[in-house]
């Protein structure tokens, strides 16, 4: 007979005991395995293009015109819709992308090192805040920003971090829950970290000062700036404890604007789908709940691996940028000790007395408790083209956890 | 008659009106009004060489050493006892100091304008943790690092902020309180926010590579990189609040290791003082109480314009540094507010919902609750040449507020 909570505690101590490392960077096509010319990796679950919701479609067309296939969005929905590009969800290559997460072959990828397990993790680079690529937006400010990135930034910071000989992510995520930051939508510190620690190494590859200039002052404008790296620590993360026979800990949360999916440790490579919710938070001015698409992103392996909604408790300012008050913050935090395995012993939250993030939701206490995760999001417009409107609060479609359990009811039947 | 009230709501107004910038630096005797070739500064109210403590002793003669009037502590022990030397406060020439505060012609010093209010302050550079001059050590690696200042990173730092056009201390400090500084002990924020800001104009220098590594390294490795600028901007800040005719706001609250000094809008140039406490707190590895110097250094000037310890309620985390519990860090807030005459619209606490940090010390109400004003410290080693053993809570002796009180009574009478 299969013990779950040992299986579960097997899967647990995977994740507290990962050690996510920056190592490097590379292009999409050489470093992550399995990759293609005609492969385009999305956010979520599995999506034809027929279901993408328009902030998707916005970044499938925007990244064909980055990789020169097509001129203009037209010819870009044209080639889209042909069946001549192939779609596949950013976590069946060890990979995550906040938002639309469209990442393709051409795209700059942060790898991440579980240096306790040995796997790996990829994501793309981080645009910033408003009209970006992840938010469905394709116009000429947004690929002339990725162009950039390929030509200049990219090859920067990707020697700064050969440089530095790998930086410690784990230790960085653990100082932003000290630091006001819930690791999700609020990257404050994480990024000022980032900076600091990587200041020096940029520096020392002796690029040009005009070129330093120009990326301390896209890193210095973007509060997202080390998001995309933090993601790729938390996938490596959740990497190591999936595929734990009789394990019932959530390792995969991700939407993709049409479908929100998970994935279980115990339960292989299926998906639980169900439809996803409406965020529910603040729009920036001239927009509202109208303009909003459906959730979207695989930015919630944050909250998957214990922190973003789940440490809300150490960042009460986010409130400002999600509504909300204070309290709110800290009773989401409470509320997801109910539904974890483990308190995280290197993410302490200050103001709960340093008591570790709850870490490493469990399908079983889900369905028991009737509590939802809590996840922070950023909110995209509906219509393609469009970007940013807002950011807020979602839970996931209660479904994923109910088909998950009969799914693993099943298995053990079958054990 | 005079309305106290309303000369302590003038005063106040100007504290939270004021707006210090970061717009220079330059040498101590070019830039500080009345520095002289034989005028060294020190932290507190005044001070004789024959009382002053280890540590303030042990930071003039590394001083003497550094500006090249000594070759050894015991030539520069002679020199300080011979009168040579004309010791002064730092706050009587528009600075401030941390711990032994010890400013020589020679050094430089950050340069910060009120631009609302037109007036200056100055600080000189911090030096990091550990055994280093402000906390009375003077071994070669001490002046080796301050000949580092002069030669490399002082000229670089100075062409960086003068090409920044001057940096908000004020935007910034509001922002370390969301980011769980509390801008006296604690500066991880504080420190990482001036280096990303900064970054882009230290590199537009164009000074050599290996000068940029230099620098980046040695601003990443200190925590407290921007505790000396930040005092300069509290210094600015209530340096506009002083002279106002029959107010009891305390402008001034200094340590010179011996004395403690406070002084008050409405009463002049007086310096009111009574004998140091012995800090409350944690030792480093191979320290106790027992080696421990009474109270000292200007950095008392972050509670006295409404952060440090008065702010404490903003970085729980502190407690780990200075011992105690997160409830301790709310309640030292929440205790200020009785105290004190404004709350900071600028400086807003998010876990207390946002109310504005407890600002402007009553000397009356100090008096009337009989609560003294809470304070963060380094410890510094009691004898000269040793440096930091620890860092703790401690409070002014209470004979200041009332003597300070009674001087008002005074003068109101001859009113």
Redesign the interface.
């Known amino acids: 007979m299969i013990d779950i909570n040992k299986a579960n505690e097997k899967a647990i101590q995977k994740v507290l005991n990962a050690q996510p490392f920056l190592v490097g960077m590379g292009i999409a096509r050489d470093v992550i395995p399995g990759m293609h010319e005609n492969l385009f990796l999305h956010a979520g679950p599995p999506i034809t293009w027929e279901k993408m919701s328009g902030p998707m479609r916005g970044a499938v067309m925007g990244a064909l015109m980055y990789e020169g296939r097509a001129n203009t969005p037209e010819e870009a929905e044209k080639i889209a819709e042909s069946g001549e590009i192939e779609f596949s969800p950013c976590h069946e290559y060890g990979a995550v992308g906040p938002m639309a997460g469209v990442t393709s072959p051409s795209m700059p990828v942060y790898i991440v090192e579980n240096r306790e397990h040995g796997n790996k993790a990829f994501s793309n680079m981080n645009e910033g805040y408003g009209k970006v690529l992840r938010y469905g937006a394709y116009d000429e400010e947004v690929l002339g920003r990725l162009k950039w990135f390929d030509e200049e930034l990219y090859p920067l910071l990707k020697k700064a971090i050969e440089l530095s000989g790998g930086i410690d992510m784990k230790s960085m995520i653990a ?1 932003q829950l ?4 819930e690791g999700h939508n609020r990257n ?2 994480g ?3 980032l ?3 990587i ?2 190494y ?3 590859t ?1 690029a040009d ?1 005009d070129v ?2 120009r990326a ?2 896209f ?2 404008s973007n509060d997202l700036f080390n998001l995309n790296a933090l993601m790729a620590s938390c996938k490596a993360t959740m990497d190591a404890a999936h595929g734990i026979e009789g394990s019932t800990l959530v390792t995969v949360m991700a939407r993709n604007g049409t479908e929100f999916g998970i994935r279980v440790s115990g339960l292989g490579d299926r998906w639980f789908t169900g439809p996803v919710q409406q965020p529910d938070g603040l729009y920036f001015s001239g927009y509202t709940a109208e303009d909003a698409n459906g959730d979207i992103g695989d930015s919630t392996i944050t909250e998957t691996s214990g922190i973003g909604a789940f440490a809300m408790a150490s960042a ?2 986010i ?1 400002q940028f999600i509504s909300g ?3 709110m913050a800290l009773e989401a935090t409470n509320e997801m000790y109910e539904i974890t395995i483990a308190e995280n012993n290197a993410f302490g939250i ?5 008591r570790g993030s709850p870490t490493g939701i469990d399908i079983r206490k889900v369905i028991e408790t009737g509590i939802l995760p809590k996840i922070n999001t950023g909110i995209a417009h509906k219509n393609p083209g469009v970007g940013q409107v807002g950011a807020g609060l979602v839970t996931p479609p209660m479904n994923c956890f109910e088909d998950a359990l009969e799914a693993f009811a099943e298995t053990l039947a079958e054990a």
């Open positions: 100082q000290q630091m006001g930051d404050k510190a990024t000022s970290l900076i600091r620690t200041a020096e940029v520096v020392k002796k000062h330093l200039e301390f002052n890193m210095n009460p300012a409130v008050s204070p309290d200050p103001i709960l007395d340093f």
